[in-house]
């Protein structure tokens, strides 16, 4: 099974699997997919339209990571489910942080 996040110099690289229009948001746990990878579940309230569920995603990680939304970037999937994100900081710290949401 590949890992959901990657440690990556300066940071980590995450896979989510992001739901908008939900709800509430919330971040659901971990997850495999039919492929054997895993991914982030996550759910925000916000709708699908100009980068508003995007921003209310990065949001979301950021408060619950304790980290600047300026330290997350979408790197892939912006119009799509799956996305791909880097978040700046300590990789080690980061790792941990993200280890408790599963």
């Not at 110099?9 to 990878?37: K, M, Q, S, W």
């Not at 950021?62 to 790197?75: C, D, E, M, Q």
């Not at 999937?77 to 978040?87: S, V």
Request: proline fraction near 6%; hydrophobic fraction near 45%; glycine fraction near 10%.
């Amino acid at each position: 099974m590949k890992p959901a996040f990657e440690l990556r110099p300066g940071g980590v690289r995450l896979h989510i699997r992001a739901t908008p229009n939900a709800g509430l948001d919330r971040i659901d746990g971990f997850e495999t997919r039919d492929d054997g990878a895993a991914v982030l579940r996550v759910r925000v309230s916000a709708v699908p339209d100009k980068g508003k569920a995007n921003a209310a995603l990065i949001a979301l990680l950021a408060r619950t990571l304790g980290v600047p939304k300026s330290a997350i970037t979408l790197v892939a999937g912006e119009t799509a489910r799956f996305k791909t994100l880097e978040i700046a900081g300590d990789p080690a710290t980061l790792a941990d942080a993200l280890a408790h949401l599963g």
